[in-house]
């Protein structure tokens, strides 16, 4: 995902660093098996997704 302006990437790293970023639900998706089970999958949102990403980077140590 790319921000459309600079003051939106701004913002998405002052949720980070404020740690007040809360995830959307997951979407939910079942994917058949050989076997004929179903396995279900959590998929975020695209904008979780770029905050994860760019996240790494604001993460502590101890």
Request: glycine content about 6%; charged content about 30%.
């Amino acid at each position: 995902m790319k921000w459309d302006t600079d003051a939106k990437k701004i913002e998405a790293i002052c949720l980070l660093k404020r740690r007040g970023y809360k995830a959307f639900p997951l979407r939910k998706v079942n994917i058949a098996k050989a076997n004929g089970k179903t396995r279900s999958l959590g998929i975020p949102t695209m904008k979780d997704r770029a905050v994860q990403d760019i996240s790494y980077g604001f993460r502590t140590y101890n």
